[in-house]
């Protein structure tokens, strides 16, 4: 017991040690617009891993959105004003840190669902922000924030030591009952099997459209194991009911939970449409390239002057990969989505581990002293078969000097 309540007093002291204040915009005393809003994952969060952020993005004359976040830096009032006076002193951007892509921008409205993919492997453990952005013609953008979210990819290993060496108190019987202070609870270990729960009585099928026969029936909610998703992009769930029959389910009519980063494809049977033979699940190909955010040498280019962009591709799988895959680097511009410019290369066939450095020169000019922002996707088309498919968007974002262009 003494244990227990040494590692939930370390984790307290640690969490009141590290957090800033909770971050939701607008407040909580403010309306809350259900169609512009990020409702997962919520503030003093820990993420690990690619993770799906949840939300609505659904606002009347809605051009696009797009998500963005940034690191937390906790600073004293003094440092802060410190920091701020020799910001102005030196005419440089303003004090706040500046926010990063998560997403491209995305035109499609979405209610209440994924509205994009964070890698935050790709990211230093710490404190951070999400922003969704909502672009609408004519009028200001609409903003969400959330914060602060902890990336912690890489725990530190001295809680356990701690725990380990800690001495065991034997506790010594009273003769008389005293008040004693009520302990925290032990943290709930978090289930991350992959699961579907129906949001009303839902047909099972033999397949992943409504043209297949109904084998089963997951009731309002009932839980299923998640076990495989259809290989022809419907979305589908393969899923297992209590009862021990699989089948497909459709994702509109469930909420899924747990990790579903591993769970396999799985082709549905062909016409004529019957429950047997079981689908197959197909193997998860174990070569996948990813990179690093493209670098800009200047890191601030200038209108109508030469700059030179270079991207690190990496195999971070476990084999090499099938062959060779192109990438596409692009400069978009922020407000308008449009391309300015394209530089289009070749990556080989890569052994896992190993990396390959793409790039060249851009000139930009048209839209200075406004947001462009570097585009670069790894296997356009998706012909290389990669563990991962979801970690090809490789994005950095600049503001054009307006240097001699007027």
């Not at 102005?88 to 921008?105: I, K, Q, S």
């Not at 289930?191 to 099928?205: H, I, K, M, Y």
Request: aromatic share 6%; net charge negative.
């Amino acid at each position: 017991m003494f244990r227990k309540l040494l590692l939930v007093l370390l984790v307290a002291m640690l969490s009141l040690t590290a957090l800033v204040a909770q971050t939701i915009t607008p407040t909580d005393d403010a309306e809350i617009d259900p169609n512009a809003n990020i409702t997962w994952p919520p503030p003093v969060y820990v993420l690990r891993g690619e993770v799906e952020i949840y939300g609505t993005a659904n606002l009347p004359d809605m051009t696009n959105y797009f998500l963005e976040f940034r690191p937390i830096e906790a600073l004293s009032a003094e440092a802060a004003d410190a920091a701020e006076a020799e910001a102005a002193a030196e005419d440089e951007e303003d004090f706040e840190l500046r926010w990063f892509p998560m997403t491209l921008p995305s035109g499609i409205p979405v209610i209440e669902d994924a509205l994009g993919e964070w890698n935050t492997e790709t990211t230093e453990d710490g404190l951070y922000e999400i922003r969704l952005t909502i672009n609408i013609a004519g009028e200001d953008p609409v903003e969400f924030v959330v914060g602060p979210i902890r990336i912690e990819n890489n725990p530190p290993d001295f809680i356990d030591d701690l725990i380990d060496t800690a001495p065991v108190v034997q506790a010594t019987p009273t003769a008389a009952p005293v008040d004693r202070p009520t302990l925290a609870p032990s943290p709930t270990v978090l289930d991350t099997t992959p699961r579907v729960t129906a949001r009303l009585n839902a047909n099972v099928r033999a397949g992943d459209t409504t043209d297949y026969e109904v084998i089963g029936t997951l009731f309002e909610g009932t839980d299923a194991r998640v076990i495989g998703r259809s290989s022809t992009g419907s979305g589908w769930y393969f899923i297992e009911l209590p009862e021990g029959d699989r089948g497909f389910i459709a994702p509109s009519v469930v909420d899924a939970s747990g990790d579903l980063r591993s769970v396999p494809r799985v082709d549905p049977p062909p016409p004529p449409f019957t429950p047997t033979p079981l689908p197959t699940i197909t193997p998860v190909p174990s070569g996948n390239l990813a990179g690093s955010p493209p670098s800009l040498t200047p890191a601030t280019p200038v209108c109508n002057q030469q700059f030179e962009v270079l991207v690190n591709i990496t195999n971070n799988g476990t084999a090499r990969t099938t062959g060779e895959s192109t990438v596409v680097i692009q400069d978009v511009h922020v407000a308008s989505g449009s391309v300015q410019a394209t530089i289009t290369r070749t990556v080989p066939a890569l052994d896992p581990g190993s990396n390959f450095v793409i790039g060249g020169p851009l000139t930009i000019s048209t839209f200075f002293n406004e947001e462009h922002r570097i585009v670069v996707t790894i296997d356009q088309g998706n012909v290389i078969a990669e563990t991962n498919e979801n970690d090809n968007i490789l994005t950095t974002t600049y503001t054009l000097a307006q240097g001699a262009c007027g």
